[in-house]
């Protein structure tokens, strides 16, 4: 079964629809566009509706908007930049409606990170969950969608915590970004949006579900030891006794004032955990030349400078790999906004979003990825719907 | 590695930064455990635990996977398994013996063509698939298994199903004509079992010849060793034939040796042993007859014979594991004697035990009587002293009355509480006396406590409040089984022996539910205590604890009737008392179990109103059991009641105690004596007239007019008790 894209209005605005989702971008330059939004979903019952903001939008006014206009709950979260159905793009709105034909969710809002007790959680979620599978019992596949505030540097602890009470539903999210500011990064949950919070959707479905992470790292030779941080705001002092960023800069031979972005994306530290590598991200370098990174870090960590595999041919050998033998994908993904900087700083958007068309990706730039129990970095993350197994 | 030292620094750089370096893996490895709440830690122990599910799952599906090849190698194996079948067969059927293979459910799996051949016609039954069971079923049939008396067929079975039972057994079955079968059992590795069988009657007739060589050398010693026995011995074959004795036998029984050969019958020997000697405790033959002719199964027996010249000999007969028996014969004559003197002196001694038990007999019964007189006494004098004390009483009200000034009212006053205090003690007195000569008749049955705790509340509360004490009683709707009037008096002396011991505080009855099926009544005050050395003393009679200060005029004898009713109605009593911390007494009584239309609601029967409260009765009645019953009812109204079995005795008692009774009830018919009348007629005129009833059923108009000629009221019987208690009411009152 071939799964074809409908060509992109030249607007940039035209909905387009996978074969369950409906999925669209909305540019926020229009002044018409939340009621464009609202028209585009009104199309079909909705059960549930995913909106991922560009920083630059008034998050506050679209959330309560589409909340008092829309019959469905809205969920969503302010993004590093935006996945449209043409690929990445920047001042969008991306919106996914989960027509009711095919899903029904349920949506519960995880507020005050920095000091909430997430052990309480999984009472709270597994009565959500029970209720959901409960009044839906034809909707046998399912999963869970975190959309967390991507400043509130909470993931690791949020995601550990909740995950025993996720059974049968395979968590994966993103922290909700703020372009490349490091500012402010929101959820909206109820026509309200929060700081420091998180949303977690439990969604089920008749479609076949997949949650996945690709990684296009292969850990290197080159080690280095934090000798001293600041685990609770994920800040390196001290890597080999040195301060962190020049010792960073020399082991990649890099110069310590020019680090930026696309010196991060291009050399990522990975840390070992069992068998496997996981990338932490260095999100920049602050002024006392501390690497500030995306997720948690320790003293006493070990780190290995890890080399990246061409991006573009990775991602698509993986999703090819992921989506083969399952008929026609619609994916939602929270993609790193290292990948983003990398892909753009090697000029290779265009190849990429054609494999994201290809796909059939959208969603948004992210500040870090969850899946399952873990928050990870430099990944794409994310989940493919191929259509019911017959008889459905 | 390299990386880690940068060549542009110092050496003594490079040192420390790498001790730096150590400083931190140090820390992190050592990190404790209870630090993993940090984030890194958390993403740490889900990465591990998410990379292990992953792991598993992998595992899970190569599992499957392996499971589809070893069901693809399961279905080879099965063919393999079939050619490898037919191969053993052909390898079964080379052997030279006998061969069968039972699998590990016992189904007989094959067996080759020599199998079983030695047992005939039964190997045609044998089938593919039979049971191990089924198996020795049918080989137990064969006609050509040599079966014993011993071993029947039934037992056959059953051995050789033990000896498949067995991991390894190797057997042998014996067939007709001198034939032996060797089974050898071996358990395979898988639980089945391989059976053997192989020809072996040359080994064992060959066996046999050297055994029975064996044998012949055995008799001869037996022989020797038979005659060297201070007993006599002789033995029987299983069919009840001699087949040995010794020397010592013939000498003892004196007999003949035409008797005495191999082979002679049990019973020829026993009627010569019949003719010349006695059985003691005459041991019939007959039994003795069949009991040799059991061939098996002989119980081992014991018996006595004596002879002409009175030797007594003990004969013991046993079975032997060949089913013959055994007799052996010793001499015990002069033990007999012995233990006959023993017997005559034994007889001597019961003699004179006996007339020492007839003497203390009447001894005994000398002391009963006397008690009898003392209690009658101790009745009788009680009431006598407790007549004109009354009478004293009644003065001594009058004077206080006319007392001309307030010391003389006072000091009757003061003689008034004397005389009560004396009436006390005697009342008491009776009491023991009663109780102590196992007169006391109680009536136990059921009714309710309520309403006699709360005849005790109203009774006790002034005597209370007199001493500024408080009185609490608990009050219970439950129905007890007792004595009423006797358990109302225990209760009462309790309360009052409290009062009297307390100085100020409370006295309280508290009612425990202790038991299912019993109460406990607690009586509680705030006195001084009894110390542990006083416990058992204050039951005793008389006994006052010295050393009370609160001036109360106790008699001491309230508790010895307490602890004396307590113990005759099987109602423990405890006591709990420290000095200084009050007492409390506490008597268990049962509970009256199951709803009982009949109980007695209103408890106790008061009399205070009754005139015949404290009253001597004298009651002549020659039927005991209705003599028992008046006198219970009579007692339980108050009364004193002294009871003779006739006319003459009554006359004897009246001499004897030098008393009148306040008044008399005689039966008409006494028996052989006096009648009634007669005897009414001859106290009064010996004494001096008592009012007097004559009971009888006898309603003829004679013996009307003999009672109305003889100025005494009749009361016909069966007895109106309440007719009676008025009768007597209108003649004692006031």
Not at chain 1, 300 to 327: C, K, P, R, Y
């Amino acid at each position: 079964m071939n799964h074809v894209l409908r060509p992109v209005g030249e607007d940039g605005g035209s909905p387009v629809s996978g074969q369950h989702l409906v999925s669209f971008s909305e540019r926020i330059d229009r002044p018409d566009f939340v009621d464009r939004i609202v028209q585009t979903l009104s199309a079909t019952p909705m059960s549930h509706v995913m909106v991922f903001a560009c920083p630059e939008v008034d998050f506050a006014s679209l959330i309560s908007t589409l909340h008092a206009q829309l019959e469905c709950p809205v969920v969503g979260c302010t993004s590093a930049g935006e996945i449209s159905e043409a690929g990445f793009v920047e001042g969008h709105v991306v919106v996914i409606g989960l027509p009711r034909r095919w899903f029904a969710a349920r949506s519960v809002l995880i507020k005050d990170l920095a000091s909430a007790d997430f052990s309480a959680l999984n009472d709270t979620l597994i009565q959500n969950r029970l209720a959901l599978t409960t009044s839906n019992p034809s909707k046998t596949n399912g999963f869970s969608f975190l959309m967390v505030d991507g400043l509130s540097m909470r993931e690791d602890q949020l995601v550990g915590a909740i995950s025993p009470g996720l059974l049968g539903f395979p968590l994966f999210g993103g922290s909700a970004g703020d372009g490349l500011k490091f500012e402010k990064s929101a959820v909206a949950f109820e026509g309200r949006v929060y700081e420091n919070a998180a949303t977690l959707t439990f969604v089920v479905t008749n479609c076949n579900v997949r949650v996945f992470s690709v990684n296009h790292m292969t850990p290197g030779q080159t080690r280095m030891v934090v000798t001293e941080a600041k685990p609770e705001v994920r800040i390196v002092c001290s890597i080999n006794d040195e301060p962190a960023a020049e010792e960073y800069a020399r082991l990649i031979g890099k110069d310590p004032n020019q680090l930026d972005e696309f010196t991060f994306a291009e050399n990522p530290v990975t840390v070992r955990v069992g068998d496997e590598y996981h990338v932490r991200a260095i999100q920049r370098v602050n002024e006392d030349k501390h690497l500030v990174f995306f997720s948690a870090i320790d003293e006493g960590m070990v780190l290995s400078v890890a080399h990246a595999q061409d991006i573009v041919e990775h991602l698509d050998a993986e999703l090819t790999n992921i989506t083969t033998g399952f008929g026609a994908a619609d994916i939602i993904a929270c993609d790193c906004i290292l990948r983003r900087i990398e892909v753009q700083k090697s000029q290779k958007s265009l190849k990429v979003n054609s494999v994201f068309q290809k796909h059939g990706v959208v969603g948004f730039s992210t500040y870090g990825e969850q899946i399952g129990p873990l928050h990870v970095n430099q990944t794409l993350t994310g989940v493919a719907l191929f259509p019911p197994t017959a008889g459905d | 590695m390299e990386g880690l030292i940068n060549p542009a620094d110092s050496v003594e750089r490079q040192r420390d930064k790498l001790l730096n370096i150590c400083a931190a893996l140090i820390k992190r490895v050592e990190q404790p455990k209870v630090d993993q709440s940090s984030a890194f830690a958390q993403f740490e122990r889900a990465a591990l635990l998410d990379s292990k599910v992953r792991q598993r799952t992998m595992n899970l599906e190569r599992a499957l996977d392996l499971l589809n090849e070893s069901n693809a190698e399961l279905a080879a194996a099965k063919r393999d398994a079939e050619q490898s079948r037919s191969i053993l067969n052909e390898a079964v059927e080379s052997v030279d013996e006998g061969f069968a293979l039972f699998d590990s459910q016992d189904r007989l799996l094959l067996f080759n063509s020599r199998f079983c051949l030695e047992l005939g016609s039964v190997r045609d039954r044998l089938k593919l698939g039979i049971s191990f069971d089924e198996y020795v079923d049918i080989v137990s049939t064969s006609s050509e298994i040599e079966f014993s008396t011993i071993l029947k067929r039934d037992s056959w079975v059953t051995e050789r199903l033990e000896h498949h039972r067995q991991v390894r057994a190797v057997f042998n079955i014996a067939l007709k004509r001198n034939r032996w079968l060797q089974v050898s059992e071996h358990r395979t590795e898988e639980g089945g079992t391989a059976i053997l069988q192989t020809d072996i009657s040359d080994v064992m007739r060959q066996q046999l010849r050297e055994r029975d060589e064996l044998v012949d050398s055995q008799d001869k010693m037996l022989r020797a060793t038979l005659d060297h026995l201070a007993q006599g011995v002789c033995i029987f074959s299983q069919t009840a034939r001699l087949a040995g004795w010794n020397r010592e036998l013939e000498r003892m029984i004196q007999i003949p040796a035409r008797y005495v050969r191999p082979g002679t019958s049990f019973a020829t020997i026993l009627g010569f042993v019949k003719d010349n000697m006695t059985f003691a405790g005459s041991y019939p033959s007959e039994k003795l007859i069949a009991w040799a002719n059991n061939s098996s199964g002989r119980p081992p027996i014991e018996f006595e014979l004596t002879d002409i010249r009175k030797r007594v000999f003990s004969v013991f007969a046993q079975e032997m594991p060949d089913q013959g028996f055994m007799m052996s014969f010793s001499d015990v004559t002069s033990e007999r004697i012995a233990a006959n003197k023993l017997r005559e002196l034994n007889k001597t001694l019961e003699e004179r035990v006996a007339d020492r038990t007839k003497a203390l007999g009447a001894a005994l019964q000398d002391a009963e009587r006397a008690n009898v007189t003392k209690n009658r006494f101790v009745a009788a004098a009680s009431h006598d002293l407790l007549q004109p004390l009354s009478a004293a009483k009644l003065y001594l009200a009058t004077l206080q009355d006319a007392a001309p000034n307030d010391q003389m009212a006072q000091i009757s006053g003061k003689a008034e509480r004397a005389l009560k205090g004396a009436e006390d003690i005697i009342e008491a007195l009776l009491d023991i006396s009663k109780l102590d000569a196992g007169h006391a008749t109680f009536d136990v049955r059921p009714f309710a406590l309520g309403p006699v705790l709360s005849s005790l509340l109203n009774e006790m509360t002034p005597i209370a409040e007199e001493k500024g004490l408080d009185l609490a009683i608990g009050m219970s709707d439950a129905a007890i089984v007792s004595d009423p009037v006797f358990l109302r008096r225990v209760l009462q002396n309790l309360i009052s022996n409290a009062i009297k011991y307390t100085d100020h505080g409370a006295v309280n009855l508290r009612i425990c539910d202790t038991a299912q099926d019993a109460m406990t009544l607690e009586i509680q005050d705030t006195g001084p205590g009894i110390a542990p050395e006083d416990r058992e003393r204050i039951f005793q009679e008389f006994t006052r604890l010295e050393d009370s200060h609160s001036g109360a005029k106790g008699i001491g004898l309230g508790l010895a009737i307490v602890e004396r009713v307590c113990t005759a109605l099987d109602h423990p009593l405890q006591l709990q008392s420290d000095l200084g911390q009050g007492s409390c007494f506490s008597v268990t009584v049962p509970l009256h179990l199951g709803a009982n239309p009949n109980i007695d609601q209103t408890g106790t029967v008061f009399f205070d109103n009754l005139a015949i409260v404290g009253k001597m009765l004298l009651l002549v009645e020659n039927d005991e059991d209705l003599a028992n019953a008046m006198s219970l009812r009579l007692e339980r109204s108050g009364a004193h009641v002294v009871h003779a079995a006739s006319g003459e005795e009554a006359l004897e008692l009246l001499e004897e105690i030098d008393l009148l009774p306040d008044a008399a009830l005689f039966d008409y018919q006494l028996g052989a004596g006096i009648d009634g009348i007669d005897l009414h007629e001859i106290v009064r005129a010996r004494y001096k007239p008592v009012p007097t009833f004559i009971l009888s059923a006898d309603r003829s108009a004679k013996l009307q007019d003999r009672c109305l000629s003889a100025d005494v009221p009749l009361i016909h019987k069966p007895i109106d008790i309440d007719l009676l208690l008025e009768a007597l009411d209108s003649v004692l009152g006031y």
